[in-house]
C-alpha cells in the first residue's frame, strides 16, 4: 500500500509545486509589465515632448524629420547587434542598462547648456532609438524562459496591454504636462520613468539571454554561426584551426528555422511601412475635418484604437487560459489584412461614430497580430530567438523610416486616403501570399501524416508479411 500511494503523493507534491512556481513567476512577470509600462509612458511621452522641443529650439520642420531619423537609424543598428549581445550577456542586464542609459541621457539634456542642445538632442535620439530596441527584444525574447512555453501568449498579451495603456497616457498627457510644467519638468519625469523601470528589472530575477535554452548553432563574439553545430569552432566562440566552412548570419539561419518564418519578417516590415501612412496622414486628415482644433480627432481615434487593443488582449488572455493554446500563423495574417483594410477605412469619410468603430476594429486586429507574431517567434530555440527578434526590429524600423520618408512626399500630392491605401494595401497582398504560404504548407504537412498513416497500415497487413498485424495494433 505504501509503495502504492508513495508515487501518487510524489505526483501531487509535484504538481502542487510547480503551480507555486508558475503563480510566482507570474507575479514575478506583471511586476516587469509594470515597470515596462511606466517606461513606455516615459516613451510616448518624449515622443511628443521632444519632438515639441526641437521645432522649438531650432524653428524648422527638418529638424523633426532628421531627429526621427535618427532615432529610427539608431534603433535599425541595435535590431542587428541585439542578438550577439544575448548570446553573450544576460537578458536582465541588457534590460536594465537599457533604462539606466535611458535616463542617463535625459539627465544629459536637462542639463546641457544652450550652446550644446543640439548635441544633447541628437545624443538622446541615438541612446532612446538604440536602448528602446535592445530591451524589446531582451523582453520579447526572454518571456518563454520566465513564464514558461505554454504561457507565451498570456504574457505576450499583457506586456501588450501594458504598452497600449501606457501609449494612451503618454500621447494625452504630453501636451498637458509639456504646456503646465514646461519642458524641463516632463523630461525629469521622462527621466523618473526609465529609472523606475531599472530598478523594477534589477529587483527580480530574469532569465534568458547568453543563448540559454538550446543547443543550437554555435555562436561566436560576432553573432554568426557555423553550417554545423559548433563546427569550425573551439569552446571559446573562435574560429578553430578547421574553421574553413562558410559562416552564416546567425539571423537568417533563424529565419530558416522554419517554414515561411522569413516571409513573415517581411510581412512585419511591410505592416509597419503601412504604419507609417496612417501615422503621417492622420494629423492632416483630422485638419481637414476641423481646422481650428485638428488634435481633437488624432486624441480621440487612439484612444478609441487603445480600447479595442486592450479588449482584444483580454480575449487572447482568456482564451490562452482556457484552451493553453496560442494564436497561431493565420491569426497573424488574417489580423494584418483585417487592420490594414481598417485602417484605410478610416480614411473614407465615414460619419464619425463609424469611423470609431472601425478604429476599434483597427486597434483590437493590431492586438491580435503582435500576439500571434511575438509568440511564433517564440517558438524558437533560444539560440536563435534573440536573432530573430533583432532582426525583426531591424525590418519594423527599415519600413516605417522608408515609409515616413515616401508618404511625407506623397502627401504633398495625393490625399490621404489614397497614400493610406497604396501602403497599407501593399501590407495586403503580401499579407495574402503569407497566408496562402501558410495554408500550403499546412496541406502539405496534412497530406504526409495521411501518407504515413497509409504506408504504416499497409506494412502492418499479415497478408504483407512484413510485419505481425498484432504488432501494429498493438502499438
Not at 460619419?351 to 493590431?366: E, Y
Not at 496562402?436 to 497500415?457: F, I, M, N, S, W
Request: charged share 15%; with cysteine.
Amino acid at each position: 500500500m505504501d509503495n502504492a500511494n508513495g508515487p501518487k503523493a510524489d505526483e501531487a507534491d509535484g504538481g502542487v509545486r510547480k503551480d507555486r512556481e508558475t503563480a510566482v513567476s507570474e507575479r514575478r512577470f506583471r511586476f516587469l509589465v509594470a515597470g515596462y509600462a511606466v517606461s513606455s509612458y516615459g516613451t510616448f511621452l518624449n515622443m511628443v515632448a521632444l519632438n515639441l522641443f526641437v521645432y522649438e529650439t531650432t524653428g524648422r520642420a527638418l529638424a523633426m524629420g532628421l531627429f526621427m531619423a535618427v532615432r529610427l537609424a539608431s534603433g535599425f543598428v541595435a535590431g542587428l547587434v541585439v542578438g550577439g549581445l544575448l548570446a553573450r550577456f544576460s537578458a536582465k542586464s541588457i534590460m536594465l542598462w537599457a533604462n539606466v542609459g535611458q535616463g542617463a541621457v535625459m539627465l544629459v539634456l536637462i542639463l546641457a547648456p544652450d550652446g550644446l542642445l543640439t548635441g544633447a538632442l541628437m545624443a538622446v535620439s541615438v541612446v532612446i532609438g538604440a536602448c528602446g530596441t535592445l530591451f524589446m527584444v531582451a523582453l520579447r525574447s526572454s518571456i518563454p524562459e520566465m513564464v514558461g512555453e505554454d504561457r507565451r501568449a498570456w504574457a505576450n498579451s499583457l506586456s501588450i496591454t501594458g504598452r497600449s495603456l501606457a501609449m494612451v497616457a503618454g500621447f494625452a498627457s504630453a501636451g498637458v504636462v509639456v504646456s503646465l510644467v514646461g519642458y524641463t519638468a516632463a523630461f525629469l519625469v521622462d527621466m523618473a520613468t526609465f529609472v523606475a523601470c531599472a530598478v523594477t528589472v534589477a529587483l527580480l530575477p530574469i532569465a534568458g539571454g547568453k543563448g540559454a535554452g538550446g543547443s543550437g548553432a554555435a555562436k561566436g563574439a560576432d553573432g554568426t554561426a557555423a553550417d554545423g553545430a559548433g563546427a569550425g569552432k573551439d569552446a571559446s566562440g573562435s574560429p578553430s584551426a578547421k574553421g574553413g566552412r562558410r559562416r552564416r548570419p546567425v539571423a537568417f539561419l533563424a529565419l530558416a528555422a522554419a517554414p515561411g518564418l522569413g516571409l513573415m519578417v517581411v510581412l512585419r516590415g511591410v505592416d509597419a511601412f503601412g504604419s507609417s501612412s496612417h501615422n503621417a496622414a492622420l494629423p492632416i486628415y483630422s485638419t481637414s475635418l476641423d481646422a481650428s482644433n485638428p488634435a481633437v480627432f488624432v486624441s480621440a481615434f487612439w484612444c478609441v484604437w487603445a480600447l479595442g487593443n486592450i479588449g482584444a488582449q483580454q480575449v487572447i488572455q482568456r482564451y490562452a487560459q482556457r484552451t493553453g493554446r496560442s494564436v497561431g500563423a493565420l491569426g497573424f495574417g488574417y489580423g494584418t489584412v483585417v487592420m490594414s483594410a481598417a485602417f484605410i477605412a478610416a480614411f473614407a469619410g465615414f460619419p464619425l461614430a463609424v469611423t470609431a468603430v472601425i478604429a476599434l476594429i483597427a486597434g483590437a486586429a493590431d492586438g491580435l497580430t503582435e500576439v500571434a507574431y511575438t509568440s511564433h517567434l517564440q517558438t524558437l530555440p533560444a539560440t536563435l530567438r534573440g536573432h530573430a527578434f533583432g532582426l525583426s526590429a531591424t525590418f519594423e524600423n527599415l519600413g516605417f523610416g522608408v515609409g515616413m520618408i515616401l508618404v511625407a512626399a506623397a502627401l504633398d500630392r495625393f490625399s490621404p486616403l489614397a497614400v493610406v491605401g497604396w501602403s497599407h494595401g501593399a501590407a495586403i497582398v503580401v499579407a495574402v501570399v503569407f497566408l496562402l504560404r501558410v495554408a500550403g504548407v499546412r496541406r502539405a504537412e496534412r497530406a504526409g501524416r495521411a501518407g504515413l498513416r497509409k504506408e504504416e497500415a499497409v506494412e502492418g497487413r499479415p497478408d504483407r508479411g512484413d510485419r505481425d498485424g498484432a504488432e501494429v495494433s498493438g502499438g
